[in-house]
């Protein structure tokens, strides 16, 4: 069973920055697509930065503060966070994708709470 743990979430005044990573318990190699979410209070779970191979795609609302990266030798994605504002506020989940066969396989991590506040 692979493993996605989450750490780095806090709080911290607007403009200033976070650093989230998220530990696999399997070579970043056995997945196709890793993904960070967030999900705000009283709002549907969004998409905000993906990496595939070397491709990076970012939500519009984030574009140009965040950046999702990896490290294969520690099996680690992360997800740095500038330049933060209020909206920001959320729960943020790691998300990584396997394909055995022609069957997909979605990990989750344990969600990371992000406050953006003065």
């Known amino acids: 069973q692979v493993q996605l743990v989450e750490s780095g979430g806090g709080l911290v005044q607007p403009g200033g920055s976070l650093r989230l990573s998220c530990a696999a318990s399997?070579?970043?190699?056995?997945?196709?697509?890793m993904t960070w979410h967030r999900q705000a209070p009283g709002k549907q779970r969004e998409l905000v930065a993906s990496i595939t191979g070397g491709s990076r795609n970012y939500a519009d609302s984030v574009k140009g503060r965040f950046t999702i990266s990896k490290n294969h030798a520690e099996n680690t994605v992360y997800l740095q966070m500038n330049s933060l504002k209020p909206e920001d506020t959320a729960v943020y989940y790691c998300?990584?994708?396997?394909?055995?066969?022609?069957?997909?396989?979605?990990?989750w991590g344990q969600g990371s709470q992000v406050t953006v506040s003065s």
């Open positions: 399997a070579s970043l190699f056995s997945f196709t697509t």
């Open positions: 998300n990584g994708e396997q394909l055995v066969g022609r069957t997909k396989y979605a990990y």
